[in-house]
């Protein structure tokens, strides 16, 4: 059974971070989308809402599962029995931090691949932190991120 993680923040879990899903699972036979639960950055929204967000978002999905870790990813990968790490690669802009990452991943734990896949190119410009910022200022992000992560959007930003 060959199994992958999808590490990141999604903070919150984008129509990008769906796409990569999409084309991972299409790779292995089960793909643990992980929360990490970074205490260097100021998230929007708590680790639960992240990961409620989440299992609403991939319900659908039969071979995801959903889950968080702390401490370094290789040892998360090896507790899972994962034998890769999927990232997204969206440009060059991405590039030479996830070179680093995966490189000093690979280090640290050789028998983890890190995998890189391509979004369709309508998301190559989309993150997290993009949809935030819209959704701050009232902008629309219907086209950026699944129904349920858009209502907890609003909701979100109603009171600011
Ligand atoms: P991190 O803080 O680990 O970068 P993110 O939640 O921002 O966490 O991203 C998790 C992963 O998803 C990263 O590999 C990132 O490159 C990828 N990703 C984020 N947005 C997109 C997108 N629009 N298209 C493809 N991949 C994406």
Redesign the pocket.
């Known amino acids: 059974m060959k199994i992958a993680i999808y ?5 919150p879990i ?1 129509n ?2 769906l ?2 899903l999409e084309r991972a699972i299409k790779l292995f036979d089960k793909v643990i989308i992980t929360v ?1 639960r970074n205490s260097a950055k100021n998230p929007m929204f708590t680790e639960e809402e992240r990961l409620d967000m989440i299992r609403t978002a991939v319900r659908r999905y039969k071979k995801v599962e959903v889950d968080s870790f702390t401490g370094l990813v290789v040892d998360y990968a090896r507790r899972k029995k994962a034998t890769a790490i999927v ?4 440009a060059i802009s ?1 590039f030479e931090y996830e070179m680093q990452m995966a490189l000093m991943n690979r280090n640290l734990n050789d028998e983890v691949e890190t995998v890189f896949l391509m ?1 369709n190119e309508k ?2 410009y ?3 932190s993009i949809v935030r910022e819209i959704a701050i200022h009232k902008g629309n992000v219907k086209n950026f991120v699944p129904p349920n992560v858009y209502r907890k959007l609003k909701q979100k930003t109603s009171s600011q």
């Open positions: 590490p990141g923040t999604f903070d984008t990008g971070h796409d990569i990490a990232r997204g690669l969206r991405d979004p998301y190559t989309l993150n997290s």
